[in-house]
């Protein structure tokens, strides 16, 4: 299969099996996106809220489009919930934070 990538602007033919397309998608973006995950989960405390930008500014690497990726998809697991909202001390604009959701005691 031929692929047309750029190169600083320039388009690129580069001759690349199919194989090797599918597994990049396949095996290597999943492996990323479980990275970002357990790096962003790492940054939660218990008791605390953080919004995308404050996740930012903990996690190196991770910009905000992938922050916001991340969150919806944690969130989706129920892994991190919503908390209430609050101005964002990176921002001062009003947010809806994240947070650990609140482990349910025992009932015996």
């Given at each position: 299969m031929i692929?047309?990538t750029?190169?600083?602007g320039h388009?690129m033919?580069t001759?690349?099996?199919?194989?090797?397309v599918?597994?990049y998608?396949?095996?290597?973006?999943?492996?990323?996106a479980e990275?970002?995950?357990?790096?962003?989960?790492?940054?939660f405390?218990?008791g605390?809220?953080y919004?995308?930008?404050?996740?930012c500014?903990l996690?190196?690497?991770?910009?905000?489009?992938s922050?916001?990726?991340?969150v919806?998809?944690?969130r989706?697991?129920?892994?991190?919930?919503?908390?209430?909202?609050?101005?964002?001390?990176?921002?001062g604009i009003r947010?809806?934070?994240?947070?650990i959701?609140?482990?349910?005691g025992?009932?015996?």
């Open positions: 692929t047309e750029l190169n600083k388009a033919k001759n690349q099996r199919q194989t090797a599918d597994c998608y396949n095996t290597v973006i999943p492996k990323l990275s970002q995950n357990s790096r962003v989960m790492a940054v405390r218990p605390n809220d919004s995308l930008s404050e996740l500014r996690v190196p690497g991770v910009d905000k489009s922050m916001s990726r991340v919806n998809g944690l989706a697991a129920g892994r991190i919930e919503a908390a209430p909202d609050r101005k964002c001390s990176v921002t947010i809806v934070p994240s947070r959701p609140a482990k349910q025992s009932l015996f």
